[in-house]
């Protein structure tokens, strides 16, 4: 089923093909830092899935001090969103950031990443795969 989402001002647009490899939220620093957020949500595609229709996003390279790999965030130059990514971990995926899709429940969520740095009043709901570190 295809799905569609962008950036807050929507000069960038992007529609996703089928069901995602995974869903995953992730309580690293990382995601805390580049997305502003106490955590962020990867909704994780083969790159053949995924189009951008409209508008380019920039990037921005940094490299994880805990894995040593890089991490591309991808972003909208007009209004600064978090779109999407690449890692180096994950070759020929791309994650969309969960929160940009114009329905935000379409996709189930699988499992939240390292929680042992996700804030003390963090819940989660029954039955969620929960690790406190990295999965691959
Ligand atoms: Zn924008
Ligand atoms: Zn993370």
Not at 54 to 59: A, E, K, L, R, S
Not at 83 to 99: F, N, Q
């Amino acid at each position: 089923m295809n799905q569609s989402g962008g950036c807050q001002c929507g000069a960038v647009r992007f529609t996703t093909t089928g069901d995602p490899v995974r869903a995953m939220a992730c309580h690293c620093t990382a995601c805390k830092l580049r997305l502003g957020s106490p955590y962020g949500i990867g909704v994780y595609f083969q790159d053949s899935q995924v189009q951008f229709v409209q508008g380019d996003v920039q990037t921005y390279e940094f490299v994880s001090d805990t894995s040593g790999r890089w991490i591309r965030n991808e972003f909208c130059g007009a209004c600064g969103s978090a779109v999407s990514w690449t890692l180096e971990m994950r070759p020929g995926m791309r994650a969309i950031a969960g929160g940009s899709f114009d329905d935000p429940d379409w996709f189930t969520l699988d499992a939240h990443l390292w929680t042992h740095s996700a804030r003390t009043d963090m819940c989660y709901p029954d039955g969620m795969a929960v690790y406190e570190k990295a999965i691959t």
